[in-house]
């Protein structure tokens, strides 16, 4: 058939190369996460467990209103 008819189940080089960065980008978040969450924790007075990260902000599960912005954390 005519090249227009084929379908390629390939991606190009620019979508693999996305999503090799956005894996590489996932995984450094997730390595700051476990690096920050501990400093959080500490700055907050909560377990490393409670600390999650939110619009600038690692805060604490159980009570919200225990907030404090990243550059504390960093």
Do not use: H
Not at 35 to 43: C, E
Not at 49 to 56: H, K, L, S, T, V
């Amino acid at each position: 058939g005519r090249l227009s008819q084929r379908v390629s189940s390939f991606g190009t080089a620019a979508s693999s190369g996305a999503d090799l960065n956005g894996m590489a980008v996932a995984a450094a978040c997730a390595t700051l996460r476990e690096r920050l969450a501990p400093v959080a924790a500490g700055l907050l007075g909560m377990p490393v467990d409670e600390i999650g990260f939110a619009r600038g902000e690692a805060y604490a599960r159980s009570r919200p209103d225990l907030r404090v912005p990243f550059a504390k954390v960093c």
